[in-house]
């Protein structure tokens, strides 16, 4: 505080070393995760999480509305258990698979998976409890967009997920088969995996498909699919092998699917 009057001045519910005479004050280390190197995020055991106050004029409302737990926290940041990671959405028909991340917390209990056909999750919101990081939801309608995110129970709840959705989009033809509307790739699963994956792409059309597999030197691994295809929901399996078949060694690989006119590269990591 600058070019105020010690005596006037009022603070409360702060941190404050050496102390403050005032409402809420503390004075004990607020236990940064790496104040040296800039990191000033509170650790989970740190007093100042809940110390703070909602009601910053006194009047007795809250003036501060979002914040975790029973108050907020003293300090900049508001403390909070982060989301699980690497959420992602798999298409297979008429249903989609959902995997993440696996929690590594030692108090984990089970997710909350949510489904909304809104992206602020207040419409038409299912919410389904699970103890497994995946989940394939079949109750799905056609052309219609659906947004997920999940959180973990650790004791507490943590924060949610990034966001996905997705949209089953597709046209019936003469003998009633649904088939997609564009061509679309989707990301490998698992990724990271070992020693086999699964590739899914959808055909709006009938093509010629070429699946290859690259490493990051751009060197040809394995030409996994060239043939004639037709129109649907498509999908194949990589054993991490070469065109000898042989085992490839552990690292980022690519893989390139190309039907017709479309062209689409992705990212997948192969453990050992």
């Known amino acids: 505080m600058w070019n105020s009057n010690e005596d006037a001045a009022i603070t409360t519910y702060s941190d404050i070393e050496g102390g403050w005479e005032g409402e809420g004050n503390i004075d004990t280390d607020p236990l940064f ?3 040296d190197n800039g990191d000033y995020l509170l650790q989970p055991d740190s007093p100042c999480i809940d110390a703070g106050t909602a009601d910053t004029d006194g009047d007795g409302d809250e003036d501060i509305t ?3 737990g029973s108050a907020p926290d003293m300090g900049a940041f508001e ?4 989301g699980p990671t690497g959420l992602q959405v798999f298409i297979q028909d008429s249903s989609v698979t959902l995997a993440w991340d696996p929690s590594a917390d030692d108090n984990f209990q089970y997710y909350a998976l949510e489904r909304s056909t809104g992206s602020l999750f207040t419409t038409d919101v299912v919410t389904n409890y699970l103890v497994d990081s995946y989940f394939v939801d079949n109750d799905l309608e056609w052309d219609t967009e659906y947004f997920y995110r999940v959180a973990s129970y650790v ?3 943590s924060e949610y997920s990034d966001v996905v959705s997705v949209i089953l989009e597709w046209m019936a033809i003469s003998d009633g088969v649904q088939i997609p509307i564009s061509y679309k790739i989707h990301q490998n699963y698992p990724n990271p995996f070992n020693p086999v994956t699964t590739l899914r792409y959808d055909l709006p ?3 010629m498909v070429n699946i290859t597999i690259y490493d990051m030197m751009g060197r040809i ?3 996994l699919v ?9 999908s194949m399996q ?9 085992p490839v060694s552990a690292g980022l690989y690519l893989y390139m699917i190309q039907a017709g006119q479309f062209s689409q590269t992705k990212k997948m990591v192969l453990l050992k």
Request: glycine share 10%.
């Open 33 to 35: 995760t790496d104040a």
């Open 66 to 68: 979002d914040y975790n």
């Open 79 to 82: 403390y909070g258990i982060l």
């Open 155 to 157: 004791g507490e709840w």
């Open 205 to 207: 059309e009938d093509a």
């Open 221 to 223: 691994v394995n030409n």
């Open 226 to 234: 060239r043939n004639q295809q037709t129109a649907g929901y498509k």
């Open 238 to 246: 990589w054993n991490a092998t070469n065109n000898a078949g042989q």
